[in-house]
């Protein structure tokens, strides 16, 4: 499989299908993220406020950020969230995810070029992100995208913050 054949759809901007996938990915996301971190939850409804509002309305809960959508033909395979940050200066990319079953295709990659790229024609300055440090294979994806180990903006255990000049 090649990239060409991954379509990233931007909201806002191009408006993905009425069922675009989004709540789903987000569900598998933070669900994922609840069991790694040692508190698996039996399903939605056991996850955090926060998380299960963006589950319930991802367009309200990103109405201020970029999301962009991957799709393999009909399914969508991936997500990605550029959130604009004007107070420092920078933007931050949240809730990278791809469907452990399409991974290994450049899913994740193709997501990150498209965030950049917007990032980049908005001039958004200085990209942030935050990452498990047991999560070492998106590690290794966001250093061969430029971004590098940086001072912690959030003090939670065993995040990684990373950043990456515009």
């Known amino acids: 499989m090649t990239d060409h054949e991954i379509a990233v759809l931007r909201w806002p901007g191009r408006t993905p299908p009425g069922d675009d996938g989004l709540a789903g990915l987000l569900a598998a996301y933070h669900l994922r993220t609840e069991a790694e971190k040692g508190v698996p939850v039996s399903g939605v409804a056991g996850l955090p406020d926060r998380y299960r509002s963006e589950i319930a309305d991802p367009r309200s809960a990103f109405a201020d950020a970029v999301v962009l959508v991957a799709f393999l033909g009909n399914v969508a395979v991936g997500c990605l969230v550029v959130a604009s940050l004007p107070a420092q200066g920078q933007s931050e ?37 935050s990452v498990w440090e047991w999560r070492t294979g998106a590690i290794a994806l966001y250093e ?3 971004f590098a180990v940086t001072q912690p903006w959030d003090e939670r255990d065993r995040l990684v913050c990373m950043q990456r000049a515009a």
């Open 144 to 146: 061969r995208f430029g």
């Open 93 to 129: 990319i949240k809730r990278l995810w791809t469907d452990p079953e399409f991974r290994g295709r450049g899913i994740a990659s193709a997501l990150l070029d498209a965030a950049l790229a917007h990032v980049a024609a908005n001039g958004m300055g200085p990209v942030r992100l």
